[in-house]
Nanobody
Framework: QVQLVESGGGLVQAGGSLRLSCTVSGRTFSSYRMGWFRQAPGKEREFVAHITLSGGGTFYADSVKGRFTISRDNAKNTVYLQMNSLKPEDTAVYYC???????????????????WGQGTQVTVSS
């Protein structure tokens, strides 16, 4: 089975930065497109970013465009989410997810992904 483990969350002041990592084991990492999602208390899980197999294509939610950067290192089986200029509204549990066969529409839908990590908490104080 495929296993995803996130790390790098924590408490940061508004305007600060964090880098999340998600390491994948169990299958060929380079076969999966990867996504980051987040879920705040009382809210639905929402799309944050997505990256293609080689890393040549990246996609972002409007709310994080220009502040967050998704990248991957296929040699290390790891996908990253660099988060800059953090805002209190970025506070959430962040999840990485893996899947195949996406379109521009389906990459934003949580149920289209096959595998999920356990999540890592990001808290941004004002």
């Amino acid at each position: 089975q495929v296993q995803l483990v996130e790390s790098g969350g924590g408490l940061v002041q508004a305007g600060g930065s964090l880098r999340l990592s998600c390491t994948v084991s169990g299958r060929t990492f380079s076969s999966y497109r990867m996504g980051w999602f987040r879920q705040a208390p009382g809210k639905e899980r929402e799309f944050v970013a997505h990256i293609t197999l080689s890393g040549g294509g990246t996609f972002y939610a409007d709310s994080v465009k220009g502040r967050f950067t998704i990248s991957r290192d296929n040699a290390k089986n790891t996908v990253y989410l660099q988060m800059n200029s953090l805002k209190p509204e970025d506070t959430a549990v962040y999840y990485c997810a893996a899947g195949t066969g996406f379109t521009i529409l389906t990459m934003k839908r949580p149920h289209e992904y096959d595998y999920w990590g356990q999540g890592t908490q990001v808290t941004v104080s004002s």
